[in-house]
């Protein structure tokens, strides 16, 4: 994939990812119980005003209480699948692992924080099955055009150091086939971004293995899998901050 193509549609959907990302990192505050109460604004701090109003508000953390109640009444036992024969049906379990009510129960919390939660799956090394939940806030989901609004492919976007102790921020370009890894020094502009060589991938021609910004998968589709709040892909917060507040 052509880099400039990658600069372009990083460029075209970081504003609108912004504007959901401050909401989100909202939600997980106010999840955490740091309410907007916990917080005064300069002038409020600055005021000498004896006469002013007393701000007697307890800050409480409401939310969290209720998103917890929520994904304890829909996931304290975990979804079970049945595909018609018991064999396979043991064999799914077996593959989920322990690890499956857990990561469930993860991504209620973001998804009501958030208003989406998205599960990653890749094969790791020894061709295993492997699935985690991932920030939301990584996620720039593309979507096609017409009335199915499928997902066509995902930019996920997150921060790293390499060895030298240098902060990046990566970009990973997921399709139904392949991923593009890139990368940029933290602070820097996206003009200046560079193939990230972190795959090893081998050489046809010679044989040998090389490092490269592409691997291919065999998933045939794009191996996010995005779990909605609800109907309208909100929060939970923005429900209920007013009488928070």
């Known amino acids: 994939m052509k880099i400039e193509v990658v600069k372009k549609l990083i460029k075209d959907s970081l504003t609108q990812h912004t504007q959901f990302v401050v909401k989100a990192l909202e939600g997980k505050r106010y999840y955490k119980g740091k309410t907007d109460i916990l917080y ?29 109640q929520k994904v304890a009444y829909m996931l304290t036992y975990p979804p079970t699948f049945d595909i018609g024969s018991d064999g396979a049906n043991k064999k799914i379990q077996v593959t989920l692992g322990d690890e499956f009510p857990k990561i469930c129960k993860d991504l209620g919390i973001e998804a009501a924080n958030t208003g989406v939660g998205w599960l990653h799956v890749w ?9 985690a939940a991932v920030d939301s806030e990584q996620i720039i989901p593309l979507y ?29 370009y997921w399709t139904d086939k392949e991923c593009y890894s890139y990368r940029q020094l933290s602070g820097d502009t996206i003009d200046n971004l560079q193939e990230y060589n972190v795959f090893l991938a081998i050489n046809i021609d010679t044989g040998d293995e090389e490092s490269c910004n ?32």
């Open 214 to 245: 592409v691997i291919s998968h065999n998933f045939n589709e794009v191996p996010f899998i995005p779990f909605f709040n609800d109907n309208i892909k909100e929060n939970d917060l923005g429900k209920i901050k007013k009488f928070i507040d």
């Open 144 to 172: 096609s055009k017409d009335l199915k609004k499928r997902l066509i492919a995902v930019l996920r976007k997150y921060s790293a150091i390499d060895d030298s102790g240098d902060s990046f921020i990566v970009y990973e």
């Open 40 to 68: 005064k604004s300069e002038s409020e701090e600055e005021t000498n005003n004896p006469l002013r109003n007393a701000d007697n508000r307890i800050s409480t953390n409401w939310h969290g209480l209720l998103v917890n």
């Open 123 to 131: 094969e790791d090394e020894n061709n295993n099955f492997q699935y």
